[in-house]
Structures are given as C-alpha cells and as structure tokens.
C-alpha cells in the first residue's frame, strides 16, 4: 500500500512538472515573438492622422478650415478690382482725400467745338469791360429805346433794342467777349441768332446769321467764329445786309456802341 501511494505521487509530481514545463516553453515562444515583431518594424495598426491645419483662428489673419484667407490679413485690406494686390489703411485714406480734393476744384470750361482744349475763362463782363466788334460796318440803325426811329422797311417809327450794322453776305461774324453759348435760335425778324452769357448778367445777341459754328453750352473766346453774315430777313429788305447786334444787362436791353472798342 505503501508503494502505490509513493507511486501515485512520483506520477502527480511528473504531471505537475510536465505542466509547467509546457507553460514555460508558451511564455518563452511569446516573448520571443513580441521581440521579433518590434525588431522587424510591424505596421502600426492605428491610422497616423495628420495634424489638422487652420483649425483654430489666431487673430484677423488665420486661415479658415478650407484653405481660404479672411477677408484683412494683419491689417490689411484688398483692393478693389485686383484680388492679390493689398493696400494698407494709411494708402486708402490718402486715396479718399485725394478723391476729395479733385471734387472739391472747381470745373474747368471747355472752349472749341469739340470741348477738347481745356482753357479757364473766366465770364467776368461789367460796365467797365469793352466789347470787340462782331463784325466791321456802318451803323444803319442805332440803338434807341428813349425814343423811336424810323425802320424803312416797316414804314414806321419804333423804339431799337439793338444796333444793325451794314455787313455783306457771308462776312465772318466773331465773338465780341469770352462768353458761354446760351441758346441757338430762329425767328422771323432777325432770322438765325446766337445768345451769348458774357458774365455778371450780361448777354449779348447776334442775329441774321448762317452756317452757325457753335453750340449752345459751348465756350467761346472773344474773337472765336460764330458763323457768317446771311440774306437780310423780310423786316430789313430795303435796310439790306446787315448784323443784328443786342446787348443787354439784367435781361433789359442796353447800347452797345458804348462798350464796343
């Protein structure tokens, strides 16, 4: 009896042995293989994931999340029609005065036709000034609004707001003062006239003219063309060829012999 049960026990201590034996060699196996694997460089199984950039805003300047720039950058602005060209605050100020100060000076006149030579004149006519002759001539009919004349053709006494003066048919009738062109016009008396603002209320009317060479709101210098000398109206048929020639101040008719030169 004895026997057997040293038997029994040599046989649970081999077994025993066996077992940890076995779990021995299963550790070792282990360790060697995570050894391995970290020598041989093994794929991480975790996607690495870049750092996100422009996420977080760092002032005015940072970008957004899709790449894009804000609208000032440190300060800066974008000029407008040019999407990569910057400008400062200081430089649009400067700008904006500059903008303000060409508002701010007075128009130039515009002289010729066509206004492209600018020249300032300046409408500055008073008593003192003196006109230049529209045209070279005798007077046939004088100014006279104190007391009436005789006009041949009508056969009759009237008061004349104006001087005619004898001229041939297509003589060059000239700008008597720097003026601006009121109006252009037509009536059955004095045929085709100009109107000219000569400044300071005073206008100036030339009337029996053709081939008219100059537009209502134009500039004119003094001496510039304003058209030719034309066939006398029915009013003036036996007074014959003539220029009708007005001036007036504060829209009342005035003599112009006594400011012609």
Known sequence: ???????????????????????????????????????????????????????????????????????????????????????????????????????????????????????ALVLNFNDASRLAWPVEGNIILDYSMDSTIYFPTLDQYKCNPALVIQSAPSTPVQAPANARILEIGANEEIGNYVTLDLGNDYTAVCGQLKEIDVLAGEYVEKGALLGYVAEPTKYYSIEGNNLYFELLYGGQPVDALDFLE
Do not use: C, H, W
């Not at 360790?31 to 996607?47: D, K, M, T």
């Not at 430089?91 to 206004?115: F, L, M, T, Y």
């Open 1 to 119: 009896m004895k026997e057997k049960m040293n038997q029994l026990f040599k046989d649970k201590l081999l077994l025993v042995m066996l077992v940890l034996g076995l779990l021995t060699i299963v550790a070792a196996a282990g360790a060697v293989r995570v050894q391995r694997g970290s020598q041989s460089g093994e794929a991480n199984p975790y996607l690495d994931m870049e750092e996100p950039q422009g996420i977080i805003a760092q002032g005015d300047g940072a970008q957004n999340q899709f790449g894009g720039q804000s609208a000032e950058i440190a300060g800066e602005t974008p000029i407008a029609g040019d999407s990569n060209a910057l400008a400062d605050a200081g430089d649009g100020a400067a700008e904006e005065n500059q903008i303000a100060s060409a508002q701010d000076e007075p128009p130039v006149a515009q002289v010729g036709a066509d206004q492209a030579a600018a020249t």
